[in-house]
């Protein structure tokens, strides 16, 4: 799925006429304002509560009959804690903490069941489904420089050869999907290579050319625990095969190690959605029902920009967001997908006047808002609009901080006397996005 360099068309959005709505203080947008504009989209999706309804009066999802634990259990095909006692002695480091052993595969059922579904179909033993915990807890990684990225923690060199896109702006090695399938792949191959599902492991932490090194003078017909922990290879590797089963021991054994394994919910279920044309990644979560966030916790691939360009932009949803998305898009224009940005409102204005003077039907503007079309906005508020994206400027929002050197996000919350969690919200951003010295921030302070 590399991103084409396609151009979609854009809507332009007259700078005057936002700046009529965005930058006076008291005034009521005037008649003739209203006039000049093009005409309106007639064009008007169902409302979110309409969306709403419908999907409420849907069956629910079902989950497999099989906890996925149980799934697991059952292809479990290494010796997990009766492997050597070493393996033990791994699984009691992993559940020092049994809440927070519990609380981070809580977080990880929706990549789990993908990945668990990927090597249920390739007929993979299970244990390989807790390899992403090893190497990263089931986390999207970025790279550091040069380093791997993903639940997989692919290097980059690695990824590129088997086909993945790798740039600052899209890295499918933070796609669950594009990830999976090519991680999954190299451990086929190395087990075709060694016809031994732990050298495949190893191979997959180091590399199968050192591996078939270590190996050189060993035969490979009686490579019991003990011959193969004296392979010379890294105590990294070593201790990375000991990881795996220890985690396939602890999922054997749970209540050995105090731990109560989360379960899955129909929630957890990710689905697949593609837009019919590159969308705005802020549109697609608001249609979606969800979060910025929390579309980019499942699609960190798309990380670098929230304008993805291409043919269209696949992404993984929760199922009811999915289909609340689906239902959304069919009202709306391809053409009105791509271009979107997020602009503080300064003066009381009906929504209706707003979706006028844009030149789109309210219920569009509504719906990619998710209020009601006859709302009455209010100064300060954040709204979704279409047309390109625009630096913050000081004359159209109510404040703008210029990022220096040593600024940190909860400073500037504390300075702004705002909530650390307004001010990421306000700016599309998480705690771990980077501040770059000479970028700005929209602060909308609370008046008190």
Not at 38 to 52: G, K, M, Q, V, W
Not at 92 to 102: C, G, K, Q
Not at 269 to 288: F, G, K, M, N, Q
Request: glycine letters at 4%.
């Amino acid at each position: 799925m590399n991103p084409a360099n396609l151009g979609i068309s854009r809507r332009v959005v007259g700078f005057a006429l936002i700046l009529a709505i965005t930058a006076c203080t008291s005034q009521r947008l005037r008649p003739e304002t209203i006039s000049a504009t093009r005409p309106l989209e007639t064009l008007a999706p169902s409302s979110p509560a309409n969306i709403d309804q419908q999907l409420a009066a849907e069956k629910p999802a079902e989950i497999a009959a099989l906890s996925l634990w149980d799934r697991l259990r059952t292809r479990f095909a290494m010796d997990g804690c009766a492997y050597s006692e070493a393996v033990p002695r791994e699984a009691l480091r992993y559940t020092r903490s049994p809440e927070h052993f519990n609380a981070s595969w809580q977080e990880a059922i929706p990549s789990l069941l993908l990945v668990l579904s990927e090597i249920e179909r390739r007929d993979l033993p299970g244990e390989f489904a807790l390899l992403p915990y090893v190497e990263s807890q089931y986390r999207s990684l970025p790279a550091k420089g040069k380093g791997p990225a993903g639940i997989w923690q692919l290097m980059s060199r690695t990824a590129i050869d088997q086909g993945l896109h790798v740039s600052d702006a899209y890295d499918q090695r933070l796609d669950i999907l594009a990830s999976t399938d090519v991680a999954l792949s190299l451990i086929e191959r190395y087990d075709r290579e060694f016809s031994d599902w732990r050298l495949a492991s190893m191979a997959f932490n180091a590399g199968e050319f050192r591996v078939k090194r270590a190996l050189r003078d060993v035969s490979t017909t009686s490579l019991d625990a003990q011959r193969l922990a004296r392979l010379k290879l890294t105590a990294t590797t070593h201790q990375h095969l000991l990881r795996l089963l220890a985690l396939s021991c602890i999922v054997s054994e749970p209540e050995r190690f105090g731990v109560d394994l989360p379960k899955e919910t129909a929630d957890d279920l990710l689905v697949e959605v593609t837009a019919p044309a590159a969308i705005d990644l802020r549109l697609a979560a608001s249609l979606a029902g969800l979060g910025v966030t929390d579309v980019l916790r499942h699609n960190a691939a798309w990380s670098g920009q929230v304008n993805p360009r291409g043919p269209s932009v696949r992404l993984l949803l929760p199922r009811m967001a999915t289909e609340r998305l689906n239902l959304a898009l069919t009202g709306f224009p391809e053409d009105m997908l791509g271009d979107w940005h997020t602009q503080h409102i300064a003066a009381a204005v009906p929504l209706t006047d707003l979706a006028a003077t844009l030149g789109i039907a309210p219920d569009l503007l509504a719906m990619a808002n998710r209020l009601d079309p006859h709302s009455q906005l209010q100064p300060g508020q954040l709204m979704l609009l279409p047309g390109a994206e625009r630096p913050p400027n000081p004359a159209l929002d109510r404040e703008v901080h210029a990022i220096k050197p040593g600024d940190t996000l909860s400073r500037i919350a504390r300075r702004y006397r705002v909530r650390l969690e307004d001010l990421l919200r306000w700016n599309e951003m998480t705690t771990r996005s980077i501040l770059r010295p000479g970028s700005t921030l929209r602060i909308h302070a609370p008046s008190y």
